[in-house]
T-cell receptor, first 111, second 114 residues
């Protein structure tokens, strides 16, 4: 069945350093979404990517969708303490009619 | 303001008991989802519904059931609670067809089965 793998599981950075999390699917995706979950909170939608090779930016966050629509990445430039949380990707396969989440990357930022 | 609410927020139950977790949304969304969150596994889909009277199994549906009798509610029932079902449960809803577009999550229910 469809699997969505996400790495790394944890990332600890110094404030001001960059951060990247990667998502890889075993099947071609129709779309991929990214969510952020603060400690003790619930997932909050960040963005959706649909097109092959798509790149979207939200201030310091850059999201990419691979050409083959099987992988994606989230890059944060110059991390801040407010970026702390777990970042999840969630992909929908052309074969399934549901959305599968990666295991998430927990980001901690040292001031 | 429209919202999605889960109840209870915390529950402790005994092995073998039937438990129902409530999810109510006021967005009038057709799509509703139940996930469980466990360390190292992210969010795993239990059941989902794309409209009234529609229910579908997700990747970890064994031991769970849902029913959709109206647009606003998708209660999740654990038929006979097991310790392996100790988890944080999230309900979500979305507006557009299938999995297109933003999903709005509830605050979560922390369930402990003893």
């Amino acid at each position: 069945g469809q699997q969505v793998m996400q790495i790394p599981q944890y990332q600890h950075v110094q404030e001001g350093e960059d951060f990247t999390t990667y998502c890889n699917s075993s099947t071609t995706l129709s779309n991929i979404q990214w969510y952020k979950q603060r400690p003790g909170g619930h997932p909050v939608f960040l963005i959706q990517l649909v097109k092959s090779g798509e790149v979207k930016k939200q201030k310091r966050l850059t999201f990419q969708f691979g050409e083959a629509k099987k992988n994606s990445s989230l890059h944060i430039t110059a991390t801040q303490t407010t970026d702390v949380g777990t970042y999840f990707c969630a992909g929908t396969s052309y074969n399934n009619n549901d959305m599968r989440f990666g295991a998430g990357t927990r980001l901690t930022v040292k001031p | 303001d429209a919202e999605i609410t889960q109840s209870p927020r915390h529950k402790i139950t005994e092995t073998g008991r039937q438990v129902t977790l409530a999810c109510h949304q006021t967005w009038n969304h057709n799509n509703m989802f139940w996930y469980r969150q466990d360390l190292g596994h992210g969010l795993r889909l239990i059941h989902y519904s794309y409209g009234v009277q529609d229910t579908n199994k997700g990747e970890v549906s064994d031991g769970y059931s849902v029913s959709r009798s109206n647009t606003e509610d998708l209660p999740l029932t654990l038929e006979s609670a097991a310790s392996s079902q100790t988890s944080v449960y999230f309900c979500a809803s979305s507006e557009y067809a299938g999995t297109d577009g933003e999903a709005f999550f509830g605050q979560g229910t922390r369930l402990t089965v003893v």
